[in-house]
C-alpha cells in the first residue's frame, strides 16, 4: 500500500485550509499554508491546482486572493482529496487491468485476494472520514464510525 507525499500532503493542506477559513468568504493564501504546514509552495500550487480542477476548492484573485473550499468540510471526504491528487489507491502490485494477475504467466499471486481486500478497507475508511473529522480531531483510536 502506498500513500504517496502528494495524497498526504494534500489533506494536511485541505485541513489547514479547512480550519483557517472562518467563513465562506475569506480565502486562505497558499504562501501561509506553505509556511504553517512546512511544504515547498510550488508543489502546493501544483497540488491546489489538481484540487481546483476536481472541484474541491475554487480559487480568488487579487489582494486577499487565496483559496477557499468548494464546498464545507462535512461534505469532503479525505478520499475525494487523495483521489483528486493521486492514482487509486491500490494494495496489490497488479496494475489497472485486474483481469491479468501481476506473475509472469499473467496469473494472480496467492494473496492477490488479501492486498486487494486491504484497499478496499482503506479506500472505504478515507471514504468515511470528513474534512471536519481531521479539523475537529475525530479520527483515530476513539473514532466512531456511523452505522
Known sequence: MRLS???RYAVMAMADLARR???AERAVALA???ARQEISLSYLEQLFARLRRKGLVKSARGPGGGYRLARTADETSI???VHAVDEPLRATRCGGNQSKGCMLKGERCLTHDLWEDLGQQ???YLASVSLADVVGGRVGPNRQVAA
Do not use: M, Y
Open 32 to 34: 501561509d499554508i506553505a
Open 79 to 81: 478520499a475525494e482529496i
Open 5 to 7: 507525499t502528494k495524497g
Open 21 to 23: 477559513q472562518t467563513d
Open 122 to 124: 482503506i479506500e472505504a
